[in-house]
């Protein structure tokens, strides 16, 4: 675990290290595609969008997530664009889910509004090396989000969350089922230079946030998690391109139930889709080039290593997992650059399709 953090810091320090040595050199270029994202009396645009994935566990995945992009204020050109939206998705294995949410940019980017509320059935699996078996369960749950945060200073913002969920989790040939309903409060702090929130090529994004579900809330698992992430963005190719690097660190501490745990996959890292790395802690490094040869078309690779400690199989602790692939983009809208795609990923003894809404990170 020491050698881990050591090397963790090391990269970071490293990171940033170059990360400075370039903003001078980018200052002026930044400054022009800034003026080519402004959106000064921009009203709204609307996005039907139509989700369509595949994974091994679930299988095909297809759905709606419409979407609203809009300034809310018509005078304030420099807060991003705000995001209001819906899903509903359903898989060939009978996972579904229905909800709605909104990311609010306001009064000139000083305050930042996240918010979402939904309800679903997973369908899913994890495996236990005791008894070399996939065992496969089902998690009915419901949730609702609400996060806001205040700029303190220039690129530093401040702020709170909380979080409900309820969910009751069966696991199929056996007597075992999990019911609970969590409640969470949280503090974090960011750290935010990008250029561009949706699709950006410069600057960089760092949080830590802790999140506690105490007792007095009626919470049946009392429990503390602490996230740490940094995102940095270098451009390359005179701004066309960008290579992106990530970490993200993710700390339980308590009693944490099984819908708490991290489970690789995803963002951190992908080509995992199986859930068979799961505990209460996850380390993650990655980085992704994004090349983009013409005006709206693009392309990715990515490669990355993770790893489970504290894992719910004790072979799998400290475990390196690597994990690389292509994509593909497309930008959906030029206002705010947002782009949409599909990647291809290989992991250890997995894969995985992902259509995305967005970049990874």
């Given amino acids: 675990m020491k050698q881990i953090l050591s090397l963790t810091l090391l990269l970071l320090l490293s990171i940033s290290v170059v990360a400075q040595e370039v903003v001078d050199d980018e200052k002026q270029i930044v400054k022009e595609k800034k003026e080519r994202l402004d959106h000064s009396g921009y009203n709204f645009k609307f996005i039907p969008l139509p989700y369509v994935n595949y994974n091994r566990s679930i299988g095909m995945i297809t759905g709606v997530v419409p979407m609203i992009q809009l300034n809310p204020l018509r005078n304030d050109t420099l807060s991003p664009l705000s995001t209001i939206g819906a899903l509903g998705l359903y898989s060939a294995n009978e996972s579904w889910g229905a909800g709605a949410f909104g990311m609010f940019y306001l009064k000139e980017d000083t305050w930042r509004i996240s918010t979402g509320v939904g309800t679903g059935t997973l369908n899913f699996q994890f495996f236990l090396n005791l008894l070399n078996w996939w065992i496969p369960y089902d998690t009915r749950a419901n949730f609702f989000v609400f996060i806001i945060n205040r700029k303190i200073v220039e690129h530093l913002y401040g702020g709170l969350s909380y979080t409900y969920v309820d969910f009751q989790t069966n696991f199929a040939d056996t007597p075992v089922d999990l019911e609970a309903a969590l ?7 960011i750290l935010d230079s990008r250029n561009n929130v ?23 698992f009392v429990s503390r998690n602490i996230d740490l992430q940094y995102n940095q963005y270098f451009s390359v190719r005179s701004f066309n391109d960008v290579l992106a690097v990530r970490f993200y660190g993710g700390v339980g501490i308590g009693d944490l139930s099984f819908n708490q745990q991290f489970v690789i996959g995803g963002t951190d890292v992908r080509g995992y889709t199986q859930g068979k790395y799961r505990g209460n802690n996850q380390l993650a490094l990655q980085a992704e080039y994004r090349w983009n ?38 930008v959906l809208l030029e206002k705010t650059g947002i782009r949409v795609g599909l990647d291809l990923a290989k992991g250890q003894d997995d894969w995985g399709v992902y259509f995305r809404i967005g970049e990874a990170f």
């Fill in 183 to 189: 409640q969470s409060v949280g503090a974090q702090l």
């Fill in 198 to 220: 949706y699709n950006p090529f410069s600057g960089s994004n760092s949080k830590i946030q802790f999140t506690t579900f105490p007792e007095w809330m009626g919470n049946d």
């Fill in 293 to 330: 040869p013409f005006n709206k078309v693009g392309f990715v690779g990515f490669g990355g290593i993770a790893s489970i400690l504290d894992s719910v199989n004790d072979g799998d602790n400290g475990k390196i997992l690597p994990g690389a692939g292509l994509g593909f983009r497309y």
